[in-house]
C-alpha cells in the first residue's frame, strides 16, 4: 500500500523559505510516476505546484515558477518543496501526491500538513 | 492560468442523482480526455473519483461517473447518499502550460 507523508516547519516567517519534505513508503520512486505538491489555503480551492520525475525533470505552475524548487532522493524515496520568499498568501494546508503524469491524476495523496507564513 | 469554472454548489436529497460541471477552454478541458475529479471530506485530503474524463479507480463507487461534451466536463453522482455531502474539484491537464489546472470547487449537500 503506497503512503505518503508530509513533513516540515508549521510557521514560517515572511520573506523567509518554505522547506516540506514528503516521505514515500510501500513504492519505489525510482519504479516510475511523477510526485507532486499541491496546496490549499483555507477555506479556499486547490493549487497544483509543481510535479518531478524521478529523473528530476520538473514542472511548476507558472504563477509560482520563479519561487519553487521540487527536488527527489531517491535513495532515501522521497521528494522536497521549497518555496522561497513567502509572504501571507502562502499560507495554506500542502500536500504531496503521486502524480500519474499527463493524466491531471493524482493517485495517492498525503494526510496534507498546515503551513502558517507569520512573523 | 485561470481555474476552471464550478458552480459554487449543488444540493440533491438521498437516491437522487445530481450533476456537477466543469468549465474550460479548448487548451484544457476541450483539448484533451485529461480530466479527473476529486472529492474532499472536511479536514481530510482530496480522494480521486475520477480520471482520464470517465475511469473510476479501483474502489470506487459506480454510482460515480465522470463524461465531457466540447469544453464542459461533468461528474454525475446516482443514488445520491449522505456520505456524498463533501467538496468536489475537476482537474485538466492544460496545453498553456503544459500541466495542471483544478476547477474552483463544488459543495455538495445531502439535504
Known amino acids: 500500500q503506497v503512503q505518503l507523508q508530509e513533513s516540515g516547519p508549521g510557521l514560517v516567517k515572511p520573506s523567509e523559505t518554505l522547506s516540506l519534505t514528503c516521505i514515500v513508503s510501500?513504492?519505489?520512486?525510482?519504479?516510475?510516476?511523477?510526485w507532486g505538491w499541491i496546496r490549499q489555503p483555507p477555506g479556499k480551492g486547490l493549487e497544483w505546484i509543481g510535479s518531478?520525475?524521478?529523473?528530476?525533470?520538473?514542472y511548476y505552475n507558472p504563477s509560482l515558477k520563479s519561487r519553487v524548487t521540487i527536488s527527489v532522493d531517491t535513495s532515501k524515496n522521497q521528494f522536497s518543496l521549497r518555496l522561497n520568499s513567502v509572504t501571507a498568501a502562502d499560507t495554506a494546508v500542502y500536500y504531496c501526491?503521486?502524480?500519474?503524469?499527463?493524466?491531471?491524476?493524482?493517485?495517492?495523496w498525503g494526510q496534507g500538513t498546515m503551513v502558517t507564513v507569520s512573523s | 492560468q485561470s481555474a476552471l469554472t464550478q458552480p459554487a454548489s449543488v444540493s440533491g436529497s438521498p437516491g437522487q442523482s445530481i450533476t456537477i460541471s466543469c468549465t474550460g477552454t479548448s487548451s484544457d478541458v476541450g483539448g484533451h480526455n485529461y480530466v479527473s475529479w476529486y472529492q474532499q471530506h472536511p479536514g481530510k485530503a482530496p480522494k480521486l473519483m475520477i480520471d482520464d474524463v470517465s475511469d473510476r479507480p479501483s474502489g470506487v463507487s459506480n454510482r460515480f461517473s465522470g463524461s465531457k461534451s466540447g469544453n464542459t466536463a461533468s461528474l454525475t453522482i446516482s443514488g445520491l447518499q449522505a456520505e456524498d455531502e463533501a467538496d468536489y474539484y475537476c482537474s485538466s491537464y492544460t496545453s498553456d502550460t503544459a500541466r495542471y489546472v483544478f476547477g474552483t470547487g463544488t459543495k455538495v449537500t445531502v439535504l
Open positions: 518531478i520525475y524521478h529523473s528530476g525533470n520538473s
Open positions: 501526491a503521486r502524480d500519474k503524469g499527463g493524466s491531471s491524476a493524482f493517485d495517492v
Open positions: 510501500g513504492y519505489s520512486i525510482s519504479s516510475g510516476y511523477y
